[in-house]
């Protein structure tokens, strides 16, 4: 059966096949809440997906209402794939947001809050507290609060102050009760001071804001202290990077850091009781809309919950997980695994945090710079973490007067900064530092390493899903292929010299990189599977799904008779199950302990005659994976390697614990546990059983 053929009277032409973005973002936070509220996870684990959702929404009203905005702003009359313009999807956005907010609040205050009481962990107020407890906590305020704070009036001395994005702050209103003349001012409240101050040995906590708000009278001394009230403000963080202009990248990214600080407002949060001539000050001052208000009954900030989810409560968590050594890493005897004898043999995969990113990735680039046959080290660089021993690594080996390449990405949102700081100790150390190409995030997980060894130079190289990073990889589900295939190893080479030098690309023996190949690259899998009909297969599990032409090959799949399976932790503009348009597609979503963050694509049948080929990678099926990232995806041809991919593909499909799906109307709905099989739970007892038998002495003998 052939592919069907798309044509302007077609469903496939309708902007209704797609499902809006923004909304879909909303949707994946709407299943947060659905966590925080699951009475059967461990208390602090629903905490941390309050923590979670708060600090999402965060970045979803810096990036993606601020772009908006900026877009009613321009009178750009451009519209989402699904037909809305901008402020249609800003009126929705609304809509779906204070419905969500709503509901988050009440899980918090009607259910989290509760437990935690239960538990004997207590958010408690000021005036709840007995003199002991008050002459306690006055004495933290006065040697450890007050020192820090500064008060804000607001008169013709003192203009409105500047509001910092994400503070948390204080709208106070005082009066001179000589004069009677009443002011507005406003309390920041510390950032760097913990959220909630502990009591009793850290059982009861105490809110910073209230408890500055109970020693107002220090800050406005012989005032009258009238309504006092929290608030926060969202700004516009999106870079508005000119790159092409610009004569150096990394100064140019400072230069826009700088600017993000003072970013239009593009979100009010206020406590409910705020009363509407304090609102009202707050948005004309912002210069924002009544449409931009969100109230709260819960504390706001909630991100600033993680120093909560930290209390070491094991009975409150989630049982403690230790990543295995991947057997084929691990040593029977004393000292590290040689890793680069290991690969000679055959190719590694490695599944993070099942797998530990310690003893396998970590220590593939440890044992690369300190290897006095490796002569070079080139890597790529998105996110990493604060204490990494990789970057240390890097150093200590240019040191030794190795040939060492990082390509820094200094526009990965965020952590911008952090990047800027690595870039220049790398740069310090003789580390040849790149900061990616114009107009494109270098967003591909690559390392390369060249060895000489006995019958010449061998290349080693490392791909993966996810970043270089020690912490995240304790929490994020990834997948990494470690290689000494030469076809790889020269494909990297050509790669890397395009990210350092000057030259177009070149076509690649095995790698699939963006924005050049992934796209033909993805089509043209789709198109294998839906000119074999029903005879074709696909499954693929990726973070994001929104790039529409992708979305309309695999309806044209479907209706050519393709069985597809799609796993899409969050944003997804597909519409599964619509008759004559994708009644072969289903989209689930898994979302447990583990943040699900690899991208595997399968295309093919394994129960069938044909062969079927799996590939992992960095890449999402989103525009900008596909068009604006560099991304690499790599084949997985060892027949070892792919039944482990398969194996997680049908406990990934198979999952009836962690799992939503999504309905032909575009509203997602929790599977009902039948066979109650966790994915991550069956993959860590995977792990155990096979570190089991690589220990045992059958194995060893």
């Not at 140019?252 to 993000?260: D, G, M, N, Y």
């Not at 996810?466 to 494909?491: C, F, H, M, R, W």
């Not at 709905?669 to 045992?696: F, I, M, N, T």
């Amino acid at each position: 059966m052939k592919a069907a053929v798309t044509t302007p009277g077609s469903s496939l032409a309708r902007p209704d096949r797609f499902l809006n973005r923004e909304l879909s973002w909303l949707d994946f936070a709407d299943r947060l809440v659905d966590l925080a509220a699951d009475t059967s996870l461990p208390l602090l684990e629903r905490v941390k997906f309050m923590a979670i959702l708060s600090s999402g929404l965060d970045e979803f009203f810096q990036v993606r209402v601020g772009g908006l905005k900026d877009h009613v702003a321009a009178g750009l009359r451009a519209r989402s794939a699904d037909g809305r313009s901008a402020s249609q999807q800003l009126q929705d956005i609304r809509v779906k947001c204070t419905r969500l907010m709503a509901r988050s609040d009440e899980v918090f205050e009607s259910s989290i809050v509760p437990g935690l009481a239960s538990a004997g962990l207590y958010f408690t107020s000021i005036d709840d507290l007995d003199a002991t407890e008050k002459a306690r906590i006055l004495g933290v305020f006065e040697k450890e609060i007050f020192p820090v704070l500064t008060p804000l009036a607001v008169d013709p001395g003192h203009p409105f102050p500047y509001i910092s994005n994400l503070s948390l702050n204080l709208a106070v209103l005082v009066e001179d009760p000589s004069t009677r003349e009443q002011r507005f001012a406003r309390v920041k409240v510390p950032p760097l001071l913990p959220r909630f101050v502990p009591l009793n040995g850290g059982s009861r906590f105490v809110a910073l804001e209230q408890l500055i708000a109970a020693n107002l009278p220090r800050l406005f001394p012989h005032m009258e202290i009238g309504r006092h009230h929290a608030f926060r403000v969202t700004r516009n963080a999106d870079l508005d990077l000119e790159e092409s202009e610009a004569d150096d990248l990394l100064a140019a990214v400072e230069t826009e850091l700088r600017r993000r600080r003072f970013g239009r407002a593009v979100r009010l949060e206020v406590d409910r009781d705020t009363p509407i001539e304090v609102r009202d000050l707050l948005l004309a001052e912002l210069e924002l809309g009544t449409d931009d208000v969100y109230e709260s009954s819960a504390p706001l900030g909630l991100g600033q919950l993680w120093a909560l989810h930290a209390i070491d409560r094991s009975d409150l968590h989630e049982p403690p997980w230790v990543p295995m050594t991947q057997p084929r890493l691990a040593t029977a005897g004393d000292g590290p695994v040689d890793l680069f004898s290991v690969l000679r043999e055959r190719s590694v995969l490695v599944h993070h945090p099942y797998d530990s990113f310690t003893t396998s990735v970590e220590a593939f680039i440890t044992q690369a710079a300190d290897d006095p046959n490796v002569l070079a080290i080139k890597q790529t660089l998105y996110r990493t973490s604060d204490d990494t021993a990789i970057v240390s690594a890097l150093v200590r080996a240019a040191e030794q007067g190795k040939q060492v390449a990082a390509l820094v990405e200094v526009k990965a949102r965020f952590d911008e900064q952090a990047n800027i700081l690595w870039a220049r100790q790398l740069e310090r150390a003789g580390v040849h530092v790149v900061y990616g190409l114009v107009g494109l995030k270098t967003h591909s997980k690559i390392v390369l390493v060249v060895r000489r060894e006995e019958d010449g130079l061998r290349r080693y190289c490392h791909i993966g899903t996810g970043n270089y990073n020690s912490e995240t990889a304790k929490v994020y589900e990834d997948l990494g292929l470690l290689t000494a295939d030469p076809a790889i190893g020269e494909d990297l080479t050509d790669l890397f010299n395009h990210l350092t030098g000057y030259g177009r690309p070149v076509a690649h023996r095995r790698i699939v990189v963006a924005p050049q190949g992934m796209r033909p690259w993805v089509l043209g899998q789709i198109g294998e599977e839906a000119a074999a009909g029903e005879a074709g297969r696909i499954t693929i599990k990726v973070n994001g799904l929104t790039d529409p032409e992708v979305i309309d090959a695999l309806y044209a799949a479907s209706q050519a008779g393709v069985r597809i399976d799609l796993s899409v932790r969050g944003v997804c503009c597909l519409r599964p199950g619509v008759p004559g348009l994708s009644d072969r597609i289903t989209v689930r979503s898994i979302m447990g302990r583990f943040l699900e963050h690899s991208r595997i694509f399968r295309f093919g049948d394994p129960s069938g005659e044909r062969q079927v080929r799996y590939t992992i990678g960095s890449g999402d099926l989103m525009e900008r994976n596909l068009d604006r990232r560099i991304e690499v995806l790599v084949p997985v041809l060892d027949p070892e390697l792919r039944a482990r991919l398969e194996e997680t593909i049908q406990l990934n499909l198979a999952d009836d614990t962690n799992a939503w799906e999504l309905g032909p109307d575009g509203t997602w709905a929790r599977v009902v546990p039948v066979l109650g099989l966790s994915a991550q739970r069956r993959l860590q007892e995977l792990a155990v059983e096979r570190a089991r038998r690589r220990r045992s002495p059958e194995s060893l003998s």
